[in-house]
C-alpha cells in the first residue's frame, strides 16, 4: 500500500503511511537518512542548527546508522498523538529516568520513518498506528545513562507524528516503567526538556492542519 497524500486543507506536502508501505521499506543508504533531514520543513533556529549537525555528522561518519559509531548515530522518535484525545503519549524510559516520546535506534536502516513507526509499535504495543511524513522535527542530545552502564554519546533525532486510532491503549515495554497520555499544556510539570516541547508543538501544528479522512 502506498502513501496517502494530503488534500483538501491539510499542510502541503505531508502524507501518512501504515505498516506494509513500499514507502517505508527498509534501506541501508545513508543517502536516504540525509534525504530525510533535509525534507523536514523549515524550523526555528534551533531545528536548524540541528539540521547542519546532523548533515555535518553523516558527512563525517559514514557508519551513523550502527550503534557501533560510538560517538554518536542516528535515531528515530515518535510523537504517538491520540486522534480522539488530541493527547501524546509519554513513557518514563528506564535508562535516562525520563519522561519522554517513543523511539530508539536506526540499527542499520536509513528508512527513519520506519524507524520512528517501529519504535512507537515496540513501545506502545499500540495496532494500526500511522506515521506521517515528512519529520516534523530534529534534535542533537547527548544520550546519558541514569546508571552509567553505558559511556554518554550523541544521538541524532530524526522526530515523526505517528497517529495512533481514537481510544488507543498503550501497553509499555521493558524500557519504561510508566506512561501518560498528556496535553501541551501538561509536559511542563513532567519535567520535560525544550526540545521536547518544540517537537510537540510542531506536531500539533501539522495534526491541526490534516483533514479528518487522514487522521484516522
Not at 118 to 127: D, F, L, P, V
Not at 157 to 176: F, I, M, Q, Y
Request: aromatic residues 4%.
Amino acid at each position: 500500500m502506498g502513501a496517502t497524500p494530503g488534500t483538501g486543507g491539510e499542510p502541503p506536502g505531508f502524507a501518512r503511511h501504515r505498516r506494509g508501505d513500499v514507502t517505508l521499506a527498509p534501506s541501508a543508504d545513508l543517502a536516504v537518512a540525509q534525504a530525510s533531514v533535509r525534507a523536514v520543513p523549515p524550523g526555528d533556529g534551533e531545528v536548524e542548527d540541528n539540521r547542519i549537525r546532523i548533515l555535518t555528522f553523516l558527512a563525517d561518519h559514514p557508519d551513523a546508522l550502527y550503534r557501533s559509531c560510538t560517538p554518536g548515530h542516528l535515531t528515530g522518535s515518535a510523537l504517538v498523538i491520540d486522534v480522539g484525545t488530541r493527547r501524546t503519549l509519554l513513557l518514563f524510559h528506564t535508562k535516562v529516568r525520563r519522561w519522554l516520546q517513543p523511539g530508539g535506534h536506526a540499527d542499520g536502516d536509513a528508512n527513519l520513518a520506519a524507524v520512528s513507526l517501529r519504535e512507537a509499535e515496540e513501545e506502545t504495543g499500540i495496532a494500526g498506528l500511522l506515521v506521517v511524513t515528512p519529520a516534523i522535527d530534529l534534535d542533537v542530545h547527548r544520550f546519558h545513562h541514569a546508571a552509567g552502564t553505558e559511556p554518554d554519546h550523541l544521538h541524532l533525532d530524526v522526530r515523526h507524528l505517528v497517529l495512533a486510532p481514537a481510544g488507543s491503549v498503550a501497553v509499555t515495554n521493558h524500557e519504561s516503567e510508566g506512561q501518560r497520555w498528556v496535553g501541551l499544556d501538561d509536559l511542563t510539570a513532567l519535567g520535560v526538556d525544550a526540545g521536547t516541547h518544540r517537537m510537540a508543538a510542531a506536531g500539533f501544528a501539522v495534526l491541526n492542519g490534516l483533514s479528518p479522512r487522514q487522521e484516522g
